[in-house]
């Protein structure tokens, strides 16, 4: 039985998530389901969620995160429960067996320990054999580097907010 490909986005540099979701605006246009779940995020404002309404029904967005910033050094138990519900949520929409499964900043929710990294490669072998299930985050476990069928490293070179420029609505959010 062959296994979905698993497409991993990590690095410090910008564009893990924009990488995603290109290959999430990708699928919709052909008209494939696409599932993507947010470990750590909860702000409802950003262009990727706001948009759901208008891609519906392929393309699904849910948040498993508070709207603040979590604190790395020191996550709080609503932080954990939230992504433990995150990672079954995405149990269940393999069910559903879209064509991408993105799972945006879940490796950087295992490096904190928010997640167990052989909780997350337990739900990788359960990926039919026609999902691609995209994984983003900075600081990717190995374990999950070597289970990746195609790994990409953002590199940070330079950014605007080294010169004190805000983002922005539309590009950066």
Not at 90 to 117: C, M, S
Not at 122 to 135: G, H, I, K
């Amino acid at each position: 039985m062959g296994k979905g490909m698993v497409y991993l986005y990590t690095g410090d540099g910008e564009g893990k998530s924009t990488s995603a979701f290109g290959l999430a605006l990708r699928a919709v246009g052909h008209g494939y389901r696409v599932i993507i779940i947010q470990f750590m995020k909860g702000r409802k404002y950003i262009g990727e969620y706001k948009v759901r309404e208008r891609l519906t029904p392929e393309y699904e967005i849910y948040q498993f995160g508070r709207e603040d910033f979590i604190d790395f050094e020191n996550p709080e138990p609503l932080d954990y429960e939230l992504a433990g519900k995150g990672l079954e949520f995405a149990r269940e929409a393999l069910r559903k067996k879209p064509r991408l499964l993105v799972l945006d900043e879940i490796n950087l929710a295992a490096h904190v320990g928010l997640l167990k990294t052989e909780d997350i490669l337990s739900l990788l072998n359960e990926a039919p054999e026609e999902t691609t299930v995209v994984l983003t985050g900075r600081k990717a476990p190995p374990e999950l580097i070597e289970r990746a069928d195609l790994v990409t490293e953002m590199k940070f070179v330079k950014h605007p907010f080294e010169k004190n420029i805000p983002a922005r609505k539309g590009t950066e959010y």
